[in-house]
């Protein structure tokens, strides 16, 4: 539209611009003059299309006369204005050097995660989860660790079990949840079953996901029937911590593909892998309210905190005396 509008700006006419509505003809509508004319240009350019298809001759963006600046990406030429492909060449060398210094998460291996279905399962959950998740994720979230470090408090004990250090990793491992685990590790495995896993793939998720918990060495799968001995391997060249975090390996989705190819199914691996991530997801969000849950009730934590602080303050001014007062 660029060049359209400078050429447009230079003539020595007025030009109006009119919408005309697409696909009118195949939605049964009566055309006008302006439809007409629109169905002509459209059959115009598909047979254009369909010619070069046909006679394999490339079509890239080519510059037009009346543009006013271009925006080329590896010399080639982009027919629109790319953010996420412009960000990703200006800050993505600056961003993984950035969370190189995560100690949950390595760039290393960053090319083998499956994206993608991480981005779709994000997109799933409501936009007050989105924004749990992203802070969760990276560690920012108010965790007793973080705000100790901001200041906000003067420790950083875990209000569930007391560990010092609390940070987004211990809320999901915390051994004051043992029974919330289990729970979540049951309502795991359904989903596994519900979403046609092979089922030495749910036995050897399951199987890593309490090694994680418990901070044992992965568990190696004794079979490779559908690659599920492949697919460990791979994540533990990742981290089962990334895995829980929804970054997972492609190699479960090759795996998991396998076996729905034995079984003559026409289900995606991709479908399957996002929604179990967005299980994961939600099953964070499960331990994190869980978690505000004990700190913020009536004689919680906090609650006690707040309690003790106050009886401090009440014994320096009975200390003091009425002198003060004066």
Known sequence: LQPIRRLCATLPIQVHWRWVEG???????????????????????????NSCQQKRIATPPRPLLHEEYRVYYQDTKLS?????????QLYGCRTLKYWQQKTNFST??????????????LRRLPFGLQRFWLKFSTGFLGTAQKLFVRGFQHHNTCPRCGFAG?????VLRCPATSGRWQKATVSFRTEL????????????????????????PPFIPPTNLWGERDAVLAQNLV???????????????????????????KLSPRHWTSALIHKLYLTAWDFWDHRNRVLHAPGGPRANDE????????????LAGLEILH
């Open 166 to 170: 609390e940070d987004n990793v211990h």
């Open 80 to 88: 629109r204005f790319h953010h996420r492909m412009i960000y990703a």
């Open 193 to 216: 079953q519900r979403l046609h896993t092979a089922p030495e793939l749910t036995n050897a998720i399951i199987a890593n996901l309490e090694s994680w918990r418990t901070s044992s």
């Open 307 to 318: 309690i003790h602080q106050l009886d401090a303050r009440i014994r320096e001014e009975l």
């Open 23 to 49: 696909h009118q003809a195949e939605k049964g509508r009566q055309l006008d003059w302006w439809g007409r004319q629109n169905q002509i240009v459209d059959a115009l350019a598909k047979t254009y299309w």
């Open 239 to 265: 981290g089962w911590t990334n895995f829980v975090f929804g970054r997972w390996h492609r190699q479960w989705a090759r795996a998991q593909q396998h076996f729905l190819a034995a079984q003559n199914s």
């Open 108 to 121: 290393a291996n960053i090319e083998v995660i499956m994206w993608p279905e991480a981005h779709q399962a």
